[in-house]
């Protein structure tokens, strides 16, 4: 069984630092992509940063030079650490894995398997 589990969001400042993490079990980090979306009330799910085939990152224009994707393989954990951290990025945070193609990374259709999530709250 598949399963994903976010942890680490919060309610931060405006320039504070949050880590996010999501335990993954039941598939191998080598064989998906890996990514984070985030979710701001009334709007879609907007993509946020990718790992694919494990060293591979990619990063929405919005939170480049700001967040970083990383995996511990180890302990089954992917996360986003996130810097600098400003009211727009105020949103739920869902990590994801799937079988996406370099192409659709951007796509939350490209994902098979979701967390459930966290909160990321920036006051200003």
């Known amino acids: 069984q598949v399963q994903l589990v976010n942890s680490g969001g919060g309610l931060v400042q405006t320039g504070d630092s949050l880590r996010l993490s999501c335990t993954v079990s039941?598939?191998?980090?080598?064989?998906?992509?890996m990514a984070w979306f985030r979710q701001a009330p009334g709007q879609e799910r907007e993509f946020v940063a990718s790992?694919?085939?494990?060293?591979?990152?990619y990063y929405a224009d919005s939170v480049k030079g700001r967040f970083t994707i990383s995996r511990d393989r180890v302990k089954g954990t992917m996360y986003l650490q996130m810097d600098s951290v400003q009211p727009e990025d105020t949103a739920v945070y869902y990590c994801?894995?799937?079988?996406?193609?370099?192409?659709?990374?951007?796509?939350?259709?490209?994902?098979?398997?979701w967390g459930q999530g966290t909160q990321v709250t920036v006051s200003s």
């Open positions: 994801a894995a799937g079988r996406a193609i370099l192409s659709s990374i951007r796509n939350p259709e490209a994902y098979q398997y």
């Open positions: 039941g598939i191998t980090f080598s064989n998906y992509a």
């Open positions: 790992l694919f085939r494990t060293t591979q990152t």
